[in-house]
């Protein structure tokens, strides 16, 4: 900071001496008029701008939305004005705005009304039943019980139907459906199943597995991918239509979460157009429309590749894309989840029975289906982030962005590898020379039950080798933070005990101990630059934000601690005071 104020200062006196008639070697000019009032001044701070890598301000002035001056108090105090608000930073941290590349914000939204059985998936198996049985005497009688989140560890319990006995037995007259961490799959109770006329002759559905006990083929319960859609389209709660202004309300209270986080952008990786419970794209013009969107909005529109109809869902962008909303993105399920065994791997799952000695997992879809739908998209300018857990999906999403690559150019749009922690070490340099990105997300890049999980069915050996974000670095990669996050507030979603797992690769909770893989852990400040300008590089809106930058919109968080000068284990207990958004404070922390 002194070197930075140093710099400053001399730039400043030899301005001054040359307007006062120093020797120079252009002609005088006349006096240089002084400049226009901002709206906004922060001062007395440490700003950290990113962008250039490593330098600071000490105070930054704003005029219409955008950063206009960055220097010293000095400097910045001639942009003073009797009606410029002023904020004395009290030498409190500024970095930009934080920008969340994976998050599902209606999903999150709405489920703040639906999910009535809360419970932590570090809990074991007999925690789960315990809490059911709590919210069995507590949710009216014959009502659904729908709960999150159990533990991806417990598979193995799960499997054994006499784990269904135990559920049926907690959960009385109600039928029951609780998700696990990933999101992905379910386990629900006997009458659930036979709501939805599930049977032991129920075939699986495509792209879905309806769970059966390894050793005697009966129900237990479990419902992996798609196969959740058979028990979801009879719970009430799940398929009751929403008008588009009362998602917009849920969207709402979703967005002043986040700003509360500090963040000022994001892409809500899973939307449609219309006809559709959640996630309509109507519902975030219908907040934009009202000026409350406020953040920096991507959708990544949902293809199905069976019926992709992409003309038609891509016809609506002229009505949907404004200043801070935008369709030109697209979201591409390749495959599952690891602990499922749904994950495409090059190297085969450790044998069990349910799948053999040489399994290694399955994808959504063929790899020439795959690069036709992204070179399709390529060609119209949308941005393709692709659902790829296993390094065999990962290789496959590359083929597909190579074959869009060579079929329409290089100049297209990044395309994202979304959860791309597994990922072979001779495809890490194609994806910085295919122009692709990492959406890193969920935050599990450190100790949990998803790696626990994880060791269950690909080994221990294997599991602890994910998420290599310094060689990423190294390798010139594009790294984007996210979240994944699907819930208020969400387990393996926070945004803060991302960032602090990235730095120490430990769980910040201390819910788990050791350490995944110490050797990856990256510095705050590369971090950080994940999580600002990365982002915002990916979703294409760097010119604009991701950075302090004069001319860019001033998009910007206070914090009440340095991250650069606290203990790496504590960045996740870091508070947001207040969050800009366009040079407007849209949160402001409330004071004790």
Known sequence: MKNVRHSIRRLTLAMAATALGAPSLVAAKAPVPAPQAADLVLRNGAIYLVEPERKWAQALAVKDGRIIALGTDRDIARFTGAKTHVVDLQQRMVMPGLIDGHVHLSTAAAELQIYNCVFSAYGDFDAVI??????????????????????????????????LALLDQASGDHPVMLRNDSIHDRWVNSRALAIAGISATTPDPENGKIGRDPGTGALNGLLLESATSLVERHVPALVTKTDVEQEADALQVGVRYLNSRGVTGFDDAGVVFGNSHFSDARAYKALDQRGTLTAHAALSMLID?????????????????????????????????????????????????????????????????????????????????????????????????AAARKANGAGGPIHTLAH???????????VRQLHAAIDASPTVWYPGPILTG???????????????FRTFVAHGVLVAGGTDWKTLPGEFSDLWDGMQGMVTRRNPTGAAPGALWPEQAVDVGTMIRFYTLNSAKALGIDQRTG????????????????????????????????????????YERAKN
């Open 130 to 163: 315990a809490s059911v049985r709590a919210c069995a005497a507590k949710v009216p009688a014959g009502e659904w019980i729908l709960g999150q989140s159990w533990g991806s560890g417990l598979y193995g319990r799960l499997a054994d139907a006499k784990s």
């Open 305 to 401: 590749p069976d019926k992709p109809d992409i003309d038609e869902i891509y016809s609506h962008r002229a009505e949907i894309n404004s200043a801070t909303l935008s369709m030109n993105f697209a979201k591409i399920f390749v495959d599952g989840v690891m602990v499922s065994h749904t994950a495409e791997f090059l190297e085969p799952y450790l044998p069990d029975a349910a799948h053999g000695a040489d399994f290694r997992g399955t994808t959504k879809m063929s790899a020439e289906r795959l690069a036709q739908l992204v070179t399709a998209l390529d060609a119209r300018g949308i941005s393709v982030k692709m659902h790829v857990a296993g390094d065999g999906s990962v290789r496959m999403a590359l083929d597909a962005i």
């Open 420 to 430: 791309a922690g597994y990922i072979a070490g001779s495809d890490i340099d194609r």
């Open 454 to 468: 994880t060791e269950a069915v690909i080994g221990k050996e294997r599991a602890d080798h994910y998420w290599p």
């Open 547 to 586: 950075s302090i930058s004069v001319g860019k919109l001033a998009d910007f968080v206070v914090l009440d601690k340095n991250l650069f000068k606290i203990p790496a284990d504590t960045i996740a207990k870091t508070n947001v005071d207040m969050t800009f958004f366009g040079g407007k404070l849209v």
